[in-house]
């Protein structure tokens, strides 16, 4: 199965200052069809999931642009500009190229100074 | 607006079974593929299984695998999963979501499984 590391486990970010979250895929998760299946979601406290990102790079619908993917076919990050208070939570990279099973990595979890 | 409704979660002895249910509202349910995710407490996510659009094809994680079943009702824009056999380690708060890509998620539902 694809092993998905997150890092770091936790951040803590002033209000208003950048943050970054790193993903790491044991194998590339670039398809055949030139779609790279890395999705990013946040879990605000007490709250099921959403979805920020879908395929490494495109917001989901209603998230703000603050939010942005990026990466290669196995190194990938999650950038939140100028961060609210909105935004603490914990955050999930995954992916679905070999599926099953769908895998998630561990989690990051975003606090504020 | 999508809409994500679980239920069916409760206390359950080990070894039983617990059937727990999706309502869906807001766009044509007959159309996606539909999802079952879990979190056992303070953990992470962890993916159970995909049911495509039509019921034809279905796929678990090996944990799961012939003790749950996940299936749907089209014409009642609901998803279910039967969980047989159930273990210690499945207990967890259960959320289905729409799309093997989960764009959108229920609130969840919390299974816990003990004597």
């Known amino acids: 199965d694809i092993v998905l590391t997150q890092a770091p486990l936790s951040v803590s970010v002033t209000p208003g200052e950048s943050a970054s979250i790193s993903c790491r895929s044991s194998k590339s998760l670039l398809s055949s069809k030139g779609i790279t299946s890395l999705y990013w979601y946040l879990q605000k406290p007490g709250k099921s999931p959403q979805l920020l990102i879908y395929?490494?790079?495109n917001l989901a619908s209603g998230v703000p642009d603050r939010f942005s993917g990026s990466g290669s076919e196995t190194d990938f990050t999650l950038k939140i500009s100028k961060v609210e208070t909105e935004d603490v939570g914990v955050y999930y990279c995954a992916q679905f190229l070999e599926y099953p099973p769908g895998t998630f990595g561990g989690g990051t979890k975003l606090e504020l100074k | 607006e999508v809409q994500l409704v679980e239920s069916g979660g409760g206390l359950v002895q080990p070894g039983r079974s617990l059937k727990l249910s999706c309502a869906a509202s807001g766009f044509t349910f007959s159309d996606y593929a539909m999802a079952w995710v879990r979190q056992a407490p303070k953990k992470g996510l962890e993916w159970v299984a995909t049911?495509?659009?039509?019921?034809?094809?279905?796929y678990y994680r090996d944990s799961v695998k012939g003790r749950f079943t996940i299936s749907r009702d089209n014409a009642k824009s609901t998803l279910y999963l039967q969980m047989d056999s159930l273990r210690s380690e499945d207990t967890a708060t259960y959320y289905c979501?729409?799309?093997?890509?989960?764009?959108?998620w229920g609130q969840g539902v919390m299974v816990t499984v003990s004597s």
């Open positions: 049911i495509i659009y039509d019921g034809s094809s279905t």
């Open positions: 395929r490494m790079s």
């Open positions: 979501a729409r799309r093997g890509t989960l764009d959108y």
